[in-house]
């Protein structure tokens, strides 16, 4: 039997507004038919980035408490269709990390096709992966790079990944979203009273 190809995630981004996990939570509602194994939301106070996901549905992952205490005016959100990786919490998205510049989380809609390659190099020199995701294969190239500003980071480990995605990315203080370089994969810039959404 061949295996099923499955090529949807659904990322969500808010900027700016003081409901900001709300409308992550009601983003990832509207986007469930592109993922029902896992779903999270990220969200940032300007300190220090919260998290919480699990298995399942949008609607039976999060209450209204578990909202609550995802503070902040910046968050993203992911619901995980899985392309790579197995379907366990350990998959979930969005992914965050420590690392010396600070907290990073990222949610992925797509598929690296340089993933493994990419991988088995970060290994040698030393990186630990947590996940099966090809996800987690930015990351490792972010924390990695030299370069200051996370602008620079993202730009950076990108230029050495191939595939069609998209992804939102939470700093403690912004909100970054990309489209790989040929815009397969969909990704959409708007307006709400007080901020913006991805």
Same mark, same amino acid.
């Given at each position: 039997?061949?295996? =099923? ?9 808010? #900027?700016?507004?003081?409901?900001? !996990?709300?409308?992550? #939570?009601?983003?990832?509602? /509207?986007?469930?038919?592109? *993922?029902?194994? !896992? /779903?999270?939301? @990220? %969200? ?14 949008? &609607?039976? $992952? ?14 993203? *959100?992911?619901?995980? #269709? ?9 998959? @979930? ?6 690392? =010396? %510049?600070?907290?990073? &989380?990222?949610?992925?809609? *797509?598929?690296?096709?340089? @993933? ?6 970060? =290994?040698?020199?030393?990186? $630990? ?13 972010? @924390?990695?790079? +030299?370069?200051? +500003? ?8 990108? !230029? +050495?990944?191939?595939? &069609? #995605? ?18 397969? +994969?969909?990704?959409?810039? *708007? ?8």
């Amino acid at each position: 039997m061949v295996p =099923e190809i499955h090529e949807e995630c659904g990322i969500f981004g808010v #900027y700016g507004h003081t409901e900001a !996990s709300n409308l992550v #939570y009601l983003g990832l509602y /509207a986007l469930q038919h592109r *993922g029902q194994e !896992s /779903a999270g939301i @990220a %969200s940032s106070d300007g300190e220090v980035i919260i998290f919480h996901k699990g298995m399942g549905l949008v &609607a039976d $992952i999060f209450s209204e408490e578990i909202l609550a205490k995802l503070p902040g005016n910046l968050a993203i *959100g992911h619901v995980r #269709y899985s392309t790579t990786g197995t379907s366990e919490l350990k998959n @979930a998205q969005p992914f965050v990390v420590d690392f =010396e %510049s600070g907290s990073i &989380a990222i949610s992925h809609n *797509g598929n690296l096709v340089n @993933a493994q390659r990419l991988k088995r190099g970060l =290994e040698v020199e030393g990186s $630990i992966f947590q996940s099966t995701m090809d996800t987690e294969v930015i990351v490792h190239l972010i @924390a990695r790079s +030299r370069l200051e +500003r996370i602008e620079d980071r993202i730009v950076d480990a990108l !230029s +050495r990944v191939r595939g &069609a #995605y998209s992804l939102v990315f939470l700093t403690r203080d912004k909100l970054i979203g990309v489209r790989d370089p040929h815009g397969i +994969r969909p990704l959409v810039f *708007g307006k709400i009273k007080g901020g913006y959404v991805l």
